[in-house]
């Protein structure tokens, strides 16, 4: 029987997280990971936090750079996942239409995540204190506050983690990502 090296391709696949800062997604991304490597799983983890400390240090977060910081990470997302890794991109993500930009550049199976949290919940956690800022007016332009976030019409899944234990939520995603894996 001829080699035709499909065999050797491991499916690769994007989970891409959305949902308002202090929602859970980056918490619930590295959780998600480090089960999946227990499990024998390849994944890599890419957020905001990632890009824009190296690739994405030029952008800004007016709308345009919001566009363009999702259309990159899109990318990266796919190239890990072409690779045969799974990529559990966390990402504020606030426009409809630059998730489905992510969504075509990947050529593998993209998983659509909304990380769901009220405004409430996610201002009393302010993991980095943006809300605090946003609210005295130091930091314009974020996201639920005085700019936009669209929740997603069609995620494949919804997690809510407004007053649910991160393991609860991580068993939810990882049952989730393992259905559609195998």
Request: aromatic share 4%; charged share 25%.
């Given at each position: 029987?001829?080699?035709t ?27 998600l ?11 890599y983890?890419?957020?905001g936090?990632v ?29 890990f ?7 559990i ?6 426009y ?16 659509e ?15 980095k ?36 234990a ?17």
């Open positions: 029987m001829p080699h090296g499909s065999e050797l391709a491991p499916l690769g696949a994007v989970i891409w997280l959305t949902g308002l800062s202090g929602s859970g997604k980056s918490t619930l991304a590295q959780a990971a480090q089960r999946l490597k227990q499990l024998g799983h390849a994944c983890v890419l957020d936090d890009l824009r400390t190296g690739l994405n240090a030029d952008l800004g977060f007016s709308p345009e750079d919001r566009s363009e910081n999702i259309r990159r990470a899109g990318e990266v997302a796919a190239l996942a072409d690779a045969g890794l799974l990529c991109a966390a990402f504020i993500s606030p409809r239409d630059d998730r489905a930009l992510a969504r075509r550049a990947c050529k593998a199976p993209f998983h995540v909304h990380v769901k949290a009220d405004l409430a919940t996610c201002e009393a956690r302010d993991p204190g943006l809300y605090r800022k946003a609210r005295s007016g130091a930091l314009v332009g974020f996201t639920g506050i005085d700019a936009p976030y669209e929740a997603p019409v069609t995620a494949e899944l919804v997690v809510e983690t407004a007053g649910v991160l393991e609860v939520s991580v068993e939810r995603l990882l049952g989730y990502v393992l259905a559609q894996v195998r």
